[in-house]
């Protein structure tokens, strides 16, 4: 069954320390998407990635870093340096270069710092 | 640039009355239409789309037509459940297919 996950679905965190969240794709997609969500907003783009090897920042990537190793796999680091990091982070892909395609998402991953 | 307006919310409706739900939108060329839904706590999900002008897209009762004339994109239901209380979002892609633009949402409750 194709989609994508996201693993931690809550995750906690201590002020000061860094924290990975977990994005995978089995859909053969070659872009990849991470949004911020706070409560009651829309969606804010952090960063995207077009194609293995490569990303770009998006409207709030400061605090946050990625990497794109592997086309299935596209991890979210978010970094002590971000100020204000609790919120709910939903990974997205799409086929990329096409028009008419969609984005597809994972459930999300509710970050609570302490 | 691009972007998406939609009606803000929340909008409360009691079960079977009509829904509306207004979104307009700015691009360049001719964007791809999007509406997705998001249930509490979840990610969202693909309601329905329209990928040209004056397409119709439908799904679970819901339908939006594109309409190039007033950039819209609204979406209806005749009859909405409770199991329909969840964000509705409105987006769009560009030409590209490598940019997708979202509006703010519309949080819909119903109630029986």
């Known amino acids: 069954d194709g989609g994508i996950t996201q693993s931690p679905k809550y995750l906690f965190r201590k002020e000061g320390q860094n924290v990975t969240l977990s994005c995978e794709q089995n859909?053969?997609?070659?872009?990849m998407y991470w949004y911020r969500q706070d409560p009651g907003q829309g969606l804010r783009l952090i960063y995207y990635s077009q194609i293995v090897n490569d990303f770009q920042k998006g409207d709030i990537a400061e605090g946050y870093s990625v990497s794109r190793e592997k086309k299935e796999s596209f991890p979210l680091t978010v970094t002590s340096a971000q100020k204000n990091p609790t919120a709910f982070y939903l990974c997205?892909?799409?086929?990329?270069?096409?028009?008419?395609?969609?984005?597809?998402f994972g459930p999300g991953t509710r970050l609570t710092v302490l | 640039g691009n972007s998406v307006t939609q009606m803000e919310g929340p909008v409360t409706l009691s079960e079977e009355a009509f829904l509306t739900i207004n979104c307009t939108y700015t691009a360049t060329g001719y964007p791809s239409l999007f509406w997705y839904v998001q249930y509490p706590g979840e990610g969202l999900q693909l309601l329905l789309k329209a990928t040209k002008a004056d397409d119709k897209g439908s799904n679970k009762g819901f339908e939006a037509t594109y309409r190039k004339e007033t950039t819209s994109f609204h979406l209806e239901k005749g009859s909405v459940q409770v199991s329909d209380s969840a964000v509705y979002f409105c987006a769009l892609s560009d030409t590209t297919g490598n940019q997708f633009y979202f509006g703010t949402g519309t949080s819909l409750t119903v109630i029986p």
């Open positions: 997205a892909s799409s086929i990329g270069g096409v028009m008419y395609n969609e984005q597809f």
């Open positions: 859909l053969n997609h070659d872009a």
